[in-house]
């Protein structure tokens, strides 16, 4: 890459790092703090895990129109600050209605989209896929960090301070904006798909086909954390506060485990296999998790391989889709993408809620494998997948 190039995606991977850092140290620790919030239900609490993935999913497509009309910037600006905002919120609230309040806004800083195009704005088409795979890596260090810092800030400060650190998190997330990402030019931004072009999209076969790809496995992750905290420390017979201790060598174990999956599948073009495996993989972790719950190595060994199925499909569909487009789609198809995306992440949690309270915990763990399955199935398609991958299908929605 150029060096312009190289500005422009480390600018982009900070804002996501910082971003998605914030709101995943949150995920364990909501669930810790149930009994202390007012007015809690099982409901409710898989409610404020799960709705700031409806806030992202319905507000994606108008923040991506908005960016094309007033600029990438100026709208990344807006919706930090109504993240910051939202964390704020959550910061000073003792109930779960102004955590499921604060939840809302923080997803409603819908930039996701945003910064795809912005990344597609500021790269050339040889190193389009580098970017994507750069951003990528982001995302999945913002997960692991989340999931060992969120259980440190929750057992030195509780719930208020993991907000107040995700609040400051999107303040450094400003800093890019102004010192590190290089200015867009304003034909870039207009080269974009309007709202016509994102609607084709949910018609595009390869568009479709990880959107539910997508869909499936981020409602498989917002299920997960309504149950799985609690159930770790259970299992490991730790305080809330120390549950870091046991994310941080679950989540470096799946990373690593996710390592030779994902290269297997670049070098051999075995997407759709790998894609099937993860499904397995999620489905055969949810159910040691279930049928041995309480169980110190039973529960340990199936977090490792639960979490390694879910990073390898994390990492192998976003590759997918900045193939399946032209620069002319782009805008409207991370749109139709990080829709489904949070989308799913909000069926997750709500489904998760509902589970927990007809069926207890096991019963969430087996829906888990079973939304698993699923997401195997809809891989085992390769002649779908292949869409994915084949260069002419990148023209295949410019007719519809």
Do not use: C
Not at 70 to 92: D, P
Request: glycine share 12%; aromatic share 10%; net charge positive.
């Amino acid at each position: 890459m150029s060096p312009f190039e190289k500005r422009a995606v480390a600018g982009l991977s900070f804002i996501y790092v910082a971003r998605m850092l914030g709101l995943f140290m949150l995920m364990p620790v909501l669930a810790l703090d149930n009994d202390q919030l007012r007015y809690s239900t099982p409901v409710l609490l898989g409610l404020a895990i799960g709705i700031y993935g409806l806030a992202q999913a319905a507000l994606q497509f108008p923040f991506g129109v908005a960016s094309d009309r007033f600029g990438r910037k100026r709208v990344l600006v807006f919706g930090l600050l109504i993240f910051v905002l939202g964390s704020l919120l959550g910061a000073v609230t003792h109930n779960i209605w102004g955590i499921i309040l604060a939840r809302l806004l923080q997803g409603a800083g819908a930039v996701s989209s945003v910064l795809l195009a912005t990344a597609g704005d500021l790269t050339g088409e040889q190193h389009r896929t580098k970017a994507m795979a750069a951003i990528g890596g982001s995302i999945a260090i913002a997960y692991v960090l989340g999931m060992a810092m969120g259980p440190v800030f929750y057992g030195l400060s509780g719930l208020t301070g993991v907000f107040l650190v995700a609040a400051a998190l999107g303040v450094l997330a400003l800093l890019p904006l102004w010192k590190v990402i290089p200015p867009i030019p304003r034909n870039l931004q207009q080269r974009m798909g309007n709202w016509r072009d994102a609607l084709r999209m949910f018609r595009h076969p390869p568009v479709l086909t990880a959107s539910v790809g997508i869909f499936i496995l981020q409602m498989v992750l917002g299920a997960s954390f309504v149950v799985l905290s609690p159930e770790l420390v259970r299992a490991m017979h730790i305080p809330g506060s120390a549950v870091w201790e046991v994310y941080l060598p679950v989540m470096l174990l799946s990373v690593a485990g996710m390592l030779y999956p994902v290269i297997h599948a670049e070098r051999h073009k075995q997407h759709g296999q790998m894609l099937v495996f993860s499904g397995v993989a999620i489905a055969v972790g949810a159910l040691f998790m279930g049928l041995l719950a309480g169980h110190f190595w039973p529960v340990a060994v199936g977090a490792v391989i639960f979490f390694t199925g879910y990073n390898v499909a994390s990492a192998i569909l976003p590759s997918m889709m900045s193939r399946s487009t032209t620069q002319e789609q782009r805008g409207a198809a991370s749109g139709v993408y990080s829709l489904m995306q949070f989308l799913g992440i909000f069926a997750g949690g709500v489904a998760g809620g509902w589970g927990l309270g007809v069926a207890g915990e096991q019963g969430v763990f087996y829906l888990l494998a079973a939304v698993g399955l699923l997401l195997a199935l809809q891989s085992w398609n390769g002649k779908r997948v292949a869409l994915l991958l084949e260069p002419d299908a990148r023209q295949a929605g410019d007719g519809q």
